[in-house]
């Protein structure tokens, strides 16, 4: 009977512990932006896991991510210059061997710690999730499409039930421009402004899905514009 409320008491303790490590540190605010994420390109069949931080107005001196496994995944120290940095993008590589990238990049809660020049201490979490959003279909220009037109273009693409909202990338080849936009989940087309395509040219186009959870399901194609 004592061995079972001593093993009954470390069972409550260690649940105590870890709900402690949970909860941010009483001295410490919530980074601006802390999120992690996959993203798919259902094109070349490959997936990325990404991870994003935004410290606010201040530099963060440094910035640590840690994993649900414990495992450190990002450990960032600024240089020395007093300023700090502010926002973060990091992203693994992008493998076609999905299940040794989860293996890799467990699914759960990631912790984000870090503190700014000034000596202000950020603590938050994010949740990542392995589900994929499914990917859309593109309407209009089809895939591979010749003689698009340059000026008044409208991209539109098949809606997709359950997502937050859609990415548009495009890159034409002449112009030197790069457009990238994020749209509702009620939308399904977008007016390209004039100006961004040149006449006879070849452009990448990107369209993707976003799941409430933030994952990402981009499919990719090219076009080419008429000659005038």
Known sequence: MKRTTAAASLICLVALVAFAAEKPAPDSEAFEVASARFEQNATDADVEAVFEAIAGDDGLANLTVIAPD?????????PSHGMGMRQFRFESPEPTDVAALKKAIPDGVYMFAGSTASGKKLQSQATLSHKLPPTT???????????????????SWAPVKGVSGYTIELDPSKTGAHLEMKLPASATSFVVPDGILAPNAKCQLGIGTIAPSGNISVIETTFTTAAK
Do not use: E, Y
């Open 137 to 155: 279909s593109f309407v209009s220009p089809i895939a591979d499409a010749h003689n698009v037109a340059a000026k008044g273009l409208k991209v």
């Open 70 to 78: 414990g495992r450190t995944i990002v450990d960032f120290k600024a």
